[in-house]
């Protein structure tokens, strides 16, 4: 059932045919169990020969491309929103490039033009997303009784000391 979503996804907006769930290409695909010390130790003493440098940056580099690719979709998780919903979302509306000089410049298909019903799903979304972001930064703000340091660090005090006889087991 996962298998199809297993692959890596093409961000381009031209390209459907992969999984928007594949976050990333594979990595270390000969078992799915190994902890990374294992893979690597694999990559590094396999006897095969093959520039194992060349082997362990493209393993570094295929972990930093998923990364990448997760972000949004742990940033809509994090704020109780559909991730299929936001593909969607994503898919429906131009994106932003920004230049060199920093003007914004917006991207989208050729004969772009998105049905009512469309607008109306991207509207709701938009709605949904502010909501869930001004929520969570509510629940961010500082409690009254916290203080800060000019550099934003919270002040802290010692409010209880155990003796080392009852720390950890002891």
């Not at 893979?39 to 998923?66: K, M, N, P, Y």
């Not at 800060?148 to 005090?157: A, F, I, L, P």
Request: aromatic residues 8%.
């Amino acid at each position: 059932m996962f298998d199809p979503h297993r692959g890596a996804r093409d961000l381009s907006r031209t390209r459907r045919d992969r999984s928007p769930f594949a976050f990333g290409p594979a990595m270390w695909a000969s078992a799915p169990a190994h902890t990374v010390k294992e893979a690597l130790e694999e990559l590094l003493d396999d006897g095969s020969g093959i520039d194992t440098g060349r082997r362990v940056a493209e393993q570094v580099a295929a972990a930093v491309e998923s990364a990448r690719l997760m972000r949004p979709a742990m940033r809509m998780v994090a704020l109780g929103l559909d991730f299929p919903t936001y593909l969607r979302f994503d898919f429906l509306v131009p994106h932003l490039t920004v230049s060199l000089n920093g003007k914004r410049i917006y991207l989208a298909p050729k004969g772009y033009a998105p049905t009512d019903e469309e607008f109306a799903f991207c509207l709701e979304f938009v709605v949904t997303a502010a909501l869930r972001l001004a929520a969570a930064e509510a629940h961010q703000q500082d409690p009254a009784w916290l203080t800060r340091h000019r550099s934003g660090w919270v002040e802290t005090e010692k409010v209880h000391e155990l003796p080392a006889s009852q720390e950890e087991g002891g």
